[in-house]
């Protein structure tokens, strides 16, 4: 349905038929060449019609269009395709089922694991079993669309991701499913878990605790063997004495050997023993000189500190320590990197004094209990001329800042982040600072300084003048349920404060330690004499497995800089040889492709879950019931579309027919 409406009031349309009229009359009242009246009165008819409409669509009419648009109910097939369902291939039934629904439905079908992908597949490979991910992403697609029902073909087995049955989008549409695996429980020992740190310090010792389970393995005896490499470095007899058997062992390692290290967990297999993958456990351990200690040093309690410290609290390579500064009196040498919240205070000690003068890499974190005239007595490279009063300030990214690399979500970050408090008054920065914020007061951005570093001394010295960033935290966790654009912040502030600089004119960062199925990423840079960036020369890459066999590439030059995706890489350790081209510069190295076993650790299938989720049912009452579902129904959309009636092309061919018919007639009988 339809109708037409002007921008002019309508009464007028009566008008165009009068203009039509009069002006047909003018033409036909006194032309007595025609001889047929019903002839005079047909090109009458058409020559009024013609001038009529073409003084209607002077009004410019609309035409406004009511369309209607089925939408049938939409059934999502979702097939479990990660390795614990390797054994129950479904693929053939779920096909019939898309076949024999797709005349009442729109079938969509999926497969997951970790992830998910469009279509059905026969490859169940995944490494890992994700459910929430797999109703974040159905929602996502299909939201506010038409969905009947969701069926979903798998084991109830996940190791990744929230528990689906506490997913909200989970439960917005009915879910059938198509229970997979044995619910009974074989024979079977394994290496559940294997709890560790992924570094440890060379001469030390470091713990591992191993959790070793069987089931229906009463009065076996089983042996637990631990390698480093092709080292024997300790084994126990294990004693099974009932069918459902858990024993945690501790052990007691000593590195004694630096770099990546490979430990091997293996528990013998026993008879009729169906799945052994899980008796083999592979462990990583990056094994270190040192920490860097790094000490953060206040005389009052903060916020800030907190934020803070929870970043570097994830790197495993720092050793925190909080101290206040009045009883603080440890030796300052052991420290790699000393923090200063608010400090000085209303006191110049000596200490303070001594560690200002160390080599040790300082950050100043100036807030309101700052003391600026002795903070610009101790510093020099920042004065700040004031009167000791704040006010809020937003931050400002400079984009010519070199020393590390900053990401776009955190730029994006910078200009989401709610504002900080700052000294007001006169900023002279030292000439040989590089600064990565400034303050920006309104829409205005200013020279004023929020974050930056010096390096004039062979000593680094980092100043953060804004007060209260842990906001930032909070603000981003709210939005993004993750911090990880605070995180990048702070931490590269601290490893840039930390790390020695790299003099070598060819530099080359990897991952030591790779998941199987992960791409395999180097990015390198080289430099000239005068150290400046340049990519000039091709840099070759050749990487050698276990057996000798060798895998060329070559960088790809990005900006002023080189980037590899060499892609993934079977489980095993591998060696390369990095050399730019043209020069005698080498790098060499190794990393590891380690396995990921989650998805064999467990056997037993979870149907209690599906059954938590959904209903059981056999394929022919699945359709059924499918079918017969109150969400079986089409749904039908109405859309307006309003239309200008002079773009409208069959009517400007309608009016070319009738004046050329008239003109064909007219013509043909002499008239002209």
């Given at each position: 349905?339809?109708?037409?409406?002007?921008?002019?009031?309508?009464?007028?349309?009566?008008?165009?038929?009068?203009?039509?009229?009069?002006?047909?009359?003018?033409?036909?009242?006194?032309?007595?060449?025609?001889?047929?009246?019903?002839l005079k009165r047909t090109l009458f008819l058409f020559r009024m019609l013609v001038v009529s409409f073409l003084c209607f669509l002077l009004l410019s009419p609309l035409i406004n269009t009511l369309l209607k648009q089925d939408e049938k109910p939409i059934l999502i097939l979702a097939q479990d395709a990660s390795a614990s369902v390797k054994d129950y291939n479904i693929y053939d039934d779920l096909f019939q089922l898309a076949e024999q629904t797709e005349k009442d439905f729109d079938v969509f079908p999926f497969h997951f694991d970790e992830t998910i992908k469009e279509g059905l597949t026969n490859e169940m490979s995944g490494l890992q079993t994700n459910y929430a991910n797999l109703f974040d992403e159905l929602e996502s697609r299909f939201l506010n669309r038409n969905v009947a029902a969701v069926v979903m073909a798998t084991d109830g087995l996940y190791n990744i991701g929230e528990n689906p049955i506490y997913k909200e989008n989970a439960t917005n549409v009915p879910i059938y499913t198509i229970a997979l695996g044995d619910t009974i429980q074989q024979k079977d020992l394994l290496i559940k878990n294997v709890q560790y740190n992924e570094i440890a310090f060379l001469?030390?010792?470091?713990?591992?605790?191993?959790?070793?389970?069987s089931f229906n393995c009463k009065n076996e005896i089983a042996e637990l063997k631990l390698y480093n490499g092709k080292?024997?470095?300790?084994?126990?007899?294990?004693?099974?004495?009932?069918?459902?058997?858990?024993?945690?062992?501790?052990?007691?390692?000593?590195?004694?050997?630096?770099?990546?290290?490979?430990?091997?967990?293996?528990?013998?297999?026993?008879?009729?023993?169906?799945?052994?993958?899980?008796?083999?456990?592979?462990?990583?351990?990056?094994?270190?000189?040192?920490?860097?200690n790094i000490l953060l040093l206040s005389d009052n309690s903060h916020p800030d500190i907190a934020a803070f410290k929870s970043v570097l609290l994830k790197n495993k390579h720092y050793s925190i320590e909080v101290e206040k500064l009045e009883s603080f009196s440890k030796n300052i040498e052991k420290y790699n990197l000393i923090a200063l919240f608010g400090i000085p205070t209303n006191s110049d000690s000596g200490k303070l004094t001594e560690i200002i003068n160390s080599d040790v890499p300082l950050l100043f974190f100036v807030n309101a209990r700052t003391n600026l005239t002795y903070f610009n007595n101790l510093y020099k490279g920042l004065d700040i001329k004031g009167k000791n009063t704040m006010q809020e300030v937003f931050v400002s990214q400079n984009e010519n800042f070199s020393l590390f690399t900053i990401s776009s979500e955190l730029s994006k970050f910078f200009l989401q982040?709610?504002?900080?408090?700052?000294?007001?008054?006169?900023?002279?920065?030292?000439?040989?600072?590089?600064?990565?914020?400034?303050?920006?007061?309104?829409?205005?951005?200013?020279?004023?300084?929020?974050?930056?570093?010096?390096?004039?001394?062979?000593?680094?010295?980092?100043?953060?003048?804004?007060?209260?960033?842990?906001?930032?935290?909070?603000?981003?966790?709210?939005?993004?349920?993750?911090?990880?654009?605070?995180?990048?912040?702070?931490?590269?502030?601290?490893?840039?404060?930390?790390?020695?600089?790299?003099?070598?004119?060819?530099?080359?960062?990897?991952?030591?330690?790779?998941?199987?199925?992960?791409?395999?990423?180097?990015?390198?840079?080289?430099?000239?004499?005068s150290y400046q960036p340049v990519n000039k020369n091709d840099i070759s890459l050749i990487i050698t497995d276990d057996n000798g066999k060798e895998y060329p590439f070559n960088f790809s030059k990005l900006n002023k800089a080189y980037h590899l995706n060499v892609g993934v890489f079977p489980v095993g350790e591998y060696s390369f040889t990095a050399k730019v081209l043209g020069t005698t510069h080498i790098k060499k190295g190794k990393f590891n492709i380690?396995?990921?076993?989650?998805?064999?650790?467990?056997?037993?299938?979870?149907?209690?879950?599906?059954?938590?989720?959904?209903?059981?049912?056999?394929?022919?009452?699945?359709?059924?019931?499918?079918?017969?579902?109150?969400?079986?129904?089409?749904?039908?959309?109405?859309?307006?579309?309003?239309?200008?009636?002079?773009?409208?092309?069959?009517?400007?061919?309608?009016?070319?027919?009738?004046?050329?018919?008239?003109w064909f007639i007219r013509k043909y009988n002499g008239f002209y």
């Open positions: 349905m339809f109708d037409i409406s002007t921008e002019l009031p309508f009464g007028l349309s009566l008008f165009t038929l009068l203009i039509g009229l009069g002006y047909a009359t003018l033409l036909y009242r006194k032309d007595d060449k025609i001889g047929s009246i019903w001469g030390n010792d470091f713990p591992i605790d191993v959790l070793v389970e080292s024997l470095l300790y084994k126990q007899k294990i004693n099974i004495n009932q069918d459902d058997f858990h024993l945690k062992i501790p052990l007691k390692i000593f590195a004694k050997q630096k770099g990546l290290q490979k430990y091997t967990l293996q528990i013998s297999s026993l008879a009729s023993e169906k799945n052994k993958a899980n008796n083999r456990y592979e462990i990583f351990v990056d094994i270190l000189e040192s920490k860097y982040s709610p504002p900080l408090y700052a000294y007001f008054g006169n900023y002279k920065l030292s000439s040989v600072t590089e600064v990565l914020l400034n303050q920006k007061i309104g829409k205005i951005t200013t020279e004023k300084p929020i974050l930056f570093f010096e390096n004039s001394t062979n000593k680094k010295v980092g100043v953060f003048t804004g007060e209260g960033f842990w906001k930032w935290k909070l603000l981003e966790y709210s939005k993004q349920k993750n911090s990880k654009a605070f995180d990048e912040l702070f931490s590269k502030i601290a490893q840039y404060l930390l790390l020695q600089d790299d003099k070598s004119h060819f530099r080359l960062q990897y991952e030591h330690k790779i998941n199987v199925n992960v791409p395999i990423i180097f990015e390198a840079e080289f430099y000239n004499d380690i396995p990921f076993q989650a998805e064999m650790l467990q056997t037993k299938a979870n149907h209690q879950l599906l059954y938590n989720l959904a209903y059981q049912n056999q394929m022919e009452k699945l359709i059924k019931e499918i079918t017969n579902s109150d969400r079986n129904k089409t749904i039908i959309h109405t859309k307006e579309k309003v239309q200008e009636m002079i773009n409208i092309q069959w009517i400007l061919f309608t009016l070319l027919l009738l004046i050329c018919t008239e």
